[in-house]
């Protein structure tokens, strides 16, 4: 068992920057791959990045690109995302999720474990 731990959401401006942390418990976080997923109110979960196990691997959603950076420290079983150029477009509650291997997966069907989210409101 896995347990996510996720922190670091909260009002911005648009333009404005966070940076979300996934915290993680219970395994060696270093065996799990990491996406983060994002929903907005009366919208489907979407994936917004993801990393592989040992960080060499990254994907990104179109609408985040160059904008967004996810990263990992294992040694602190944590994983990061660093959000610049927020938009109004960016308001949802984001969801950390692992799944046990080194590939990330790009649904939220291929993701075991899920932390509770925490909510990212962008003001325009």
């Known amino acids: 068992q896995v347990q996510l731990v996720e922190s670091g959401g909260g009002l911005v401006q648009a333009g404005g920057s966070l940076r979300l942390s996934c915290t993680a418990s219970?395994?060696?976080?270093?065996?799990?791959?990491t996406g983060w997923f994002r929903q907005a109110p009366g919208k489907e979960r979407e994936i917004v990045a993801a990393i592989s196990w040992s960080g060499t691997s990254t994907y990104y959603a179109d609408s985040v690109k160059g904008r967004f950076t996810i990263s990992r420290d294992n040694a602190k079983n944590t994983v990061y995302l660093q959000m610049n150029s927020l938009k109004s477009e960016d308001t949802a509650l984001y969801y950390c999720?692992?799944?046990?291997?080194?590939?990330?997966?790009?649904?939220?069907?291929?993701?075991?474990?899920w932390g509770q989210g925490t909510q990212v409101t962008v003001s325009s």
């Open positions: 999720a692992a799944r046990y291997g080194s590939t990330w997966h790009q649904r939220a069907t291929g993701y075991d474990y």
């Open positions: 219970g395994r060696t976080f270093s065996m799990y791959a």
